[in-house]
């Protein structure tokens, strides 16, 4: 499936190479616009929503391995061969599975508060629940919509968030089919080791690495992996603290640089 997409050309002349920036669940392209903003100088920028999100299409087909080739086959629409990409939570694991099915044309992997592992919890029912709540309601207006969410969701930031995908009654991504495959996308399957350099970062609040096991997947299956911690931030850490996370990615991407 080829995605929807914004492509900004670097505005250095010297351009390092293309970034690719894939966001979470419920998300869409834009979410990680503080991130493209920081880094469009040297880096040609590419932002996608992934199936099921924002304005790509719909599909009945929901695991990492579809998600990752719709990835390449927007790449090689736009005729990228050699990319880096930077991922967070569901986006996160998008990453990560591109190691494994194009692991010559990826260069650079930065993967935001996740971890390659399956998780256990069910963390969204909430979620679910006010998003079929809207939809059953018919409302039109975000307005409606946040009224019946607040039933549901306690957290005005997430609501806000949602509505970003809410758009004269509709919602842009499919609840239907992101319910159906949820332990999908929670789940994981060990990949084959990533032999690179690669750069876990993680929120000091976030409960997504927090637990041993999950570091130690993490290094056995991205053995060259640094973890690194943004402190005061959770799960949003781009969001909460954007300084913090755009100076370790830029210390990275540095490194690898002088060492190729």
Do not use: C
Not at 4 to 33: K, P, R
Not at 47 to 58: A, K, M, P
Not at 104 to 111: C, D, G, M, T
């Amino acid at each position: 499936m080829q995605l929807n997409y914004e492509f900004t050309q670097a505005e250095s002349s010297l351009a390092q190479g293309t970034l690719v920036l894939i966001h979470g669940l419920f998300g869409s392209l834009s979410n990680l616009g503080v991130l493209a903003r920081a880094f469009q100088t040297d880096y040609d920028i590419v932002q996608i929503d992934l199936r099921n999100h924002g304005l790509s299409e719909h599909s009945d087909e929901m695991n990492y391995s579809v998600m990752a080739h719709d990835v390449i086959e927007t790449l090689d629409q736009l005729k990228i061969e050699q990319f880096s990409v930077i991922g967070h939570s569901m986006g996160g694991k998008v990453a990560m599975k591109l190691s494994e099915i194009a692991p010559s044309r990826l260069a650079k992997l930065i993967v935001l508060d996740m971890a390659p592992v399956a998780y256990q919890q069910r963390h969204h029912d909430a979620i679910f629940k006010a998003l079929n709540a809207v939809t059953e309601a018919q409302v039109q207006t975000r307005k409606q919509a946040t009224e019946i969410m607040q039933s549901e969701i306690h957290e005005n930031g997430v609501i806000q968030f949602l509505l970003k995908s809410f758009n004269q009654g509709q919602w842009h991504f499919n609840v239907e089919v992101l319910y159906r495959y949820y332990t999908e996308i929670t789940g994981w399957n060990e990949i084959k080791p990533w032999t690179k350099p690669s750069l876990f970062i993680r929120g000091e609040n976030s409960q997504y690495i927090a637990q041993p096991e999950y570091v130690d997947a993490i290094y056995k299956q991205f053995p060259h992996a640094k973890i690194k911690t943004v402190s005061n931030a959770g799960h949003w850490l781009h969001a909460e603290q954007p300084e913090q996370v755009i100076a370790h990615i830029r210390t990275y991407l540095q490194q690898i640089k002088s060492e190729v």
